[in-house]
C-alpha cells in the first residue's frame, strides 16, 4: 500500500515555473514506477512524466518534454516534478501516482496548476 500526496500547485504566469512534490508513504516505495498525470478541464487524464524505481529510466510526453523534469528521492520517499517555461495549456490538476504489477494503482489527491496569459 502507498499513499501519495501532493504539494507544490498554485497559479503563475506563462513562462513561470512550478516545482510539484509528491510525499509517500508505504513500504514498497522504493519499488514502485512513479509518475505525473494531469487532467484539464473536460480532457482525459494524460500521463506526462513517468520515473523508474531506480530513477533509471524517464519518460515524457512531447507536450513537456524539454520543458519538465521528474526525479525522485528514494530515501525521502518524494516525487518531484520540477516545470518550467510553464504555458497556459499546462492549466490543469496535477496527480501522482504509483505503480504496482505495472498498473498505476496508487493516487494523490491532486494539485490545481493554473497557467496565466
Known amino acids: 500500500q502507498v499513499q501519495l500526496v501532493e504539494s507544490g500547485g498554485g497559479l503563475v504566469q506563462a513562462g513561470g515555473s512550478l516545482r510539484l512534490s509528491c510525499a509517500a508513504s508505504?513500504?514498497?516505495?522504493?519499488?514502485?514506477?512513479m509518475g505525473w498525470f494531469r487532467q484539464a478541464p473536460g480532457k482525459e487524464r494524460e500521463l506526462i512524466a513517468s520515473?523508474?524505481?531506480?530513477?533509471?529510466?524517464?519518460y515524457y510526453a512531447d507536450s513537456v518534454k524539454g520543458r519538465f523534469t521528474i526525479s525522485r528521492d528514494n530515501a525521502k520517499n518524494t516525487v518531484v516534478l520540477q516545470m518550467n517555461s510553464l504555458k497556459p495549456e499546462d492549466t490543469a490538476v496535477y496527480y501522482c501516482?504509483?505503480?504496482?504489477?505495472?498498473?498505476?494503482?496508487?493516487w494523490g489527491q491532486g494539485t490545481q496548476v493554473t497557467v496565466s496569459s
Open positions: 520515473i523508474w524505481w531506480n530513477g533509471g529510466n524517464t
Open positions: 501516482a504509483a505503480q504496482s504489477s505495472g498498473v498505476y494503482k496508487y
Open positions: 508505504g513500504p514498497t516505495f522504493s519499488r514502485n514506477t
